[in-house]
């Protein structure tokens, strides 16, 4: 950003972050205007993903994928699809990619694995994560669906809703209730698929941004889940949450900073080519002072991401800093898109403008993987215990 020098990345690592800048302009781009009318982006680009393997890097190659286990090659893909200004596929990219595999791949039995990883992987097979009710949200120990014990399988009834890559999901992460009376020690993770009866979808909604994401609701009747689709143990359901939202508040922060970076960029721009009173727009104190200080906090939130993803690497990454990190990039995020629209003028307003699309986008990123608010409460409990 703006010559900020990054110790993080090796040459391998910069070589690959050539061909995903080349990917993204070729493959989604493009197309990104269309998905935005047809409220999620084509199946053609998954499988087009997949062909170039950048999905499924940490899995294993029995399945498929290259058995990376190094997350800075995750990072530069959403830092990527951030700064494109795509803020729908840096969503739900990531989110099939480095939220719903590490479930199965981490938790899942053998059956699951061998039946879902690989077509994950080759883009055949979308995930999501459907824990948000429309009774619970941040409370996930109020949630009300329901899987009941029958032998072989389990009988699952109740719905979700605000499910990311809802629509289009072949195979979803499901937090389910299997002992009501036992709070979070009752909530278990079942994999369900769309080949199961009495499974349902709601069609897209309709939302301020985030046009080209499919987000809808998901409904379930008396649906028969087999047990192998058990995600590690009955009642661990939430201690596994609470493992893997680590990871998912980190991939929020990564791509809340780029999207920053994106926005500025393209505010820097805009305001060297547009004139007021004679004068560039950039040649004003106050335009001067807005972008340093922009400038100056998105690479402070630069730094502090790469250092939490080494730390990430190293298997040091705690809720607590993370849900830090979710906190801090996603309130810089929105500051800067204010910002920056505000600089646009009637023009940042157009949806024409990336800033427009991008402020839309932003305002969602303090709300899912946890409200700020209960990020701040995270931090709280770790400075206090």
Not at 33 to 47: I, N, Y
Not at 121 to 146: F, K, N
Not at 331 to 352: N, R, S, T
Request: glycine share 8%.
């Amino acid at each position: 950003m703006f010559g900020l020098p990054r110790t993080l990345f090796t040459e391998e690592h910069d070589l690959f972050r050539v061909s995903v800048r080349d990917f993204i302009a070729k493959e989604i781009m493009p197309y990104n205007s269309q998905w935005e009318k047809d409220k999620m982006v084509s199946r053609e680009s998954w499988l087009k993903l997949g062909e170039n393997g950048f999905l499924g890097i940490q899995a294993p190659e029995r399945f498929g994928g290259m058995n990376i286990k190094d997350f800075r090659y995750n990072a530069i893909f959403i830092e990527e699809l951030g700064l494109s200004g795509c803020s729908a596929p840096a969503i739900g990219y990531p989110l099939h990619n480095d939220i719903v595999m590490p479930y199965i791949l981490h938790f899942g039995t053998e059956l699951a694995l061998e039946k879902y990883i690989p077509k994950m992987i080759a883009g055949e097979y979308i995930g999501a994560v459907a824990m948000t009710e429309p009774g619970a949200g941040s409370d996930l120990q109020g949630i009300r669906t329901s899987a009941i014990d029958q032998g072989d399988h389990y009988l699952v009834n109740g719905s979700k809703t605000f499910i990311t890559n809802g629509y289009l999901s072949d195979v979803v992460v499901v937090a389910v209730k299997t002992d009501p009376k036992k709070g979070a020690k009752g909530i278990s993770l079942l994999l369900l698929d769309n080949s199961m009866e009495g499974y349902t979808k709601g069609l897209p909604f309709d939302k301020v941004g985030l046009h080209a994401q499919d987000t809808c609701e998901l409904f379930f009747e008396d649906v028969k889940v087999p047990k192998e689709n058990l995600l590690g143990k009955e009642g661990e359901g939430f201690k596994y949450l609470m493992t893997e939202l680590a990871q998912e508040r980190l991939v929020v922060s990564l791509a809340a900073v780029a999207l920053g970076e994106y926005m500025l960029e393209e505010t820097v721009k805009y305001v060297k080519e547009r004139r007021a009173f004679n004068q560039a727009i950039s040649e004003f104190q106050n335009t001067r002072f807005k972008l340093a200080e922009m400038c100056a906090a998105l690479e402070q939130g630069r730094i502090y991401c790469d250092y939490l993803v080494q730390l990430h690497n190293e298997g040091k990454l705690d809720s607590a800093m993370a849900s830090a990190a979710k906190y801090n990039m996603t309130e810089l995020q929105c500051k800067v898109a204010d910002e920056c629209v505000q600089l646009h003028g009637g023009y940042g307003y157009m949806w024409d403008y990336g800033v427009a699309r991008a402020y839309a986008d932003a305002r969602v990123q303090r709300i899912y993987a946890g409200t700020n608010e209960i990020m701040k409460e995270l931090i709280a409990r770790k400075i206090l215990k």
